[in-house]
């Protein structure tokens, strides 16, 4: 994924990740890279699923080339955002697994825990993933596919259960 500063990228956050959230959003209008805020916009508190849904919709139609979640673990907004087919939403703590999860996994959301990370490493992490790109080579692409693989199969799964032939 090469950053394209035509395409802004999509954030969202819950009232545990809004102050951190609006750092990276300063942070990335600074480097001159446009982005999309889908909220929250203050601490009120919120349901990190639905931020979650925000931002994979924009990034799976197009609408923004990857995507930020901020709560306060990070935990919530990973399980949440790696529900939705197409999403591979990488929950990282630092610069290594950040750049990993481009290179290895072509991770398309960013997800980072509000509460756990200091800004200064927070950013670090951001630059790590902003200069890090997927490798392209087969053996990696041949697991994305079998993650892509599993995403119909749990549609599978879940139709056999409720299947009317049973
Ligand atoms: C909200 O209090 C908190 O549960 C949420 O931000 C997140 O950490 C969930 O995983």
């Not at 500063?5 to 951190?20: I, T």
């Not at 697994?97 to 509000?114: E, F, K, Q």
Request: charged share 25%; with cysteine; net charge negative.
């Amino acid at each position: 994924m090469q950053e394209n500063k035509a395409v802004p990228v999509a954030l969202g956050a819950d009232h545990g990740g809004y102050r951190l959230k609006e750092e990276i959003r300063r942070y990335l209008e600074q480097k001159g890279l446009p982005v999309q805020d889908f909220g929250v916009y203050s601490e009120d508190p919120a349901d990190y699923p639905d931020l979650a849904e925000k931002v994979a919709d924009a990034i799976l139609d197009g609408r923004c080339s990857w995507g930020l979640l901020v709560c306060g673990t990070g935990i919530g907004m990973s399980i949440a955002a790696n529900k939705i087919a197409g999403v591979r939403a990488a929950l990282c703590h630092d610069s290594y697994t950040a750049r990993m999860a481009r290179a290895h996994n072509d991770a398309n959301i960013l997800v980072l825990g509000g509460r756990v990370l200091g800004g200064g490493s927070a950013l670090e992490i951001v630059d790590a993933w902003l200069a890090a790109t997927f490798t392209q080579e087969e053996r990696h692409r041949r697991r994305l596919a079998k993650i892509a693989a599993l995403e119909h199969r749990k549609e599978k799964s879940h139709s056999d259960e409720h299947g009317a032939d049973h």
